[in-house]
């Protein structure tokens, strides 16, 4: 189930019909198709609308084409990461920079790729030790628990997983793996039972909870994917454009807060009374602060739980490195 779908809608649907009430003439790029929930909804609704869908999994790609196959016309697929947005809109005659009325980003992992065991995202079902987005990237998370050393892993787990018991857990993969490799998430789930103290397990969620996340965010490189996202996907957008992104968790949120925070503040010293030309920011803020799922959403659809949305319009053009004082 798409998750604020209503919201996102409401967001996006002045960038959408300002051309046309029906959308025509206008271009949304899906950043994360996924299972292609988001963009069914917005071809549905804009009938003359024109999405281009990214993504990285062959098999989301599948999936969504099938699903979608009745806005074939209006529809364009691409597999890359969210990261190569200028290089898709290139691929599909399009500018890199002012050639798109919105673009949608809905992070983290889809409920499809949980739902698919074998891929080994879910600590609640054993299977492969993989969290490959793209089934065929070389790096897997047995790579990483199996390869690394301690003190990257050890890295990995505090810096992406902000756990306070990364050396500890660390010191017990170390010691098991060298009797034996890791070949099962329910094999790593076991031992971060063993690692993580009893009181710490009784609070704060499943105790594999961050170390998975960890492990998915390295194997994948999502946060620096979305570094390079973000501001390829603004600098996409005309005036009037806009842009929203949900985040699952604080590491992402952060990312998207911090650069849109960047692009909606004027450059101006605070102390001028005016402010100077060329100075103004390119975009405002559409939500105030972080939006989240209301109790009704989430009790039918639990992922939305941790979902933070956050959007902003493009009101004057200009690129962003510019607007970032770069």
Request: proline letters at 5%; glycine letters at 8%.
């Amino acid at each position: 189930m798409p998750v604020l779908l209503e919201r996102c809608v409401e967001l996006l649907a002045p960038a959408l019909t300002a051309k046309s009430p029906d959308g025509s003439g206008a271009i949304l790029v899906d950043a994360t198709l996924g299972a292609g929930g988001h963009t069914e909804r917005f071809l549905t609704e804009f009938p003359g609308l024109r999405v281009i869908g990214l993504d990285r999994d062959t098999t989301a790609l599948e999936i969504a084409g099938d699903r979608l196959v009745r806005f074939s016309d209006r529809l364009q697929t691409v597999r890359t990461r969210y990261d190569g947005i200028a290089a898709a809109l290139s691929e599909s005659g399009l500018a890199a920079t002012g050639s798109v009325d919105a673009v949608l980003f809905d992070l983290g992992v889809s409920s499809m790729q949980l739902d698919r065991t074998e891929r080994g995202f879910s600590y609640s079902h054993d299977a492969p030790l993989d969290m490959r987005m793209d089934p065929e990237g070389e790096l897997t998370a047995a790579d990483i628990v199996n390869t690394y050393d301690a003190a990257a892993l050890t890295d990995i787990l505090r810096r992406y997983g902000e756990e306070r018991f990364a050396s500890r857990i660390t010191a017990h993969i170390v010691r098991r793996r060298a009797q034996t490799p890791f070949t099962s998430t329910g094999e790593l789930t076991a031992l971060l039972y063993d690692a993580i103290p009893a009181p710490a397990r009784r609070t704060g969620g499943h105790p594999a909870k961050r170390t998975f996340q960890a492990l998915r965010i390295a194997v994948n490189g999502e946060l620096d994917s979305l570094r390079d996202a973000l501001p390829a996907a603004l600098d996409a957008l005309a005036v009037g454009g806009r842009v929203a992104v949900m985040s699952y968790q604080s590491l992402e949120d952060r990312i998207v807060k911090q650069l849109f925070a960047a692009v909606t503040t004027s450059r101006t010293p605070v102390d001028l009374p005016v402010e100077l030309p060329g100075d103004k920011p390119k975009f405002i803020t559409l939500t105030r602060g972080a939006e989240q799922a209301d109790a009704d959403e989430v009790e039918r659809n639990p992922r939305a739980g941790s979902v933070r949305l956050r959007a902003v319009q493009r009101v004057q053009s200009g690129s962003i490195a510019a607007s970032r004082g770069n």
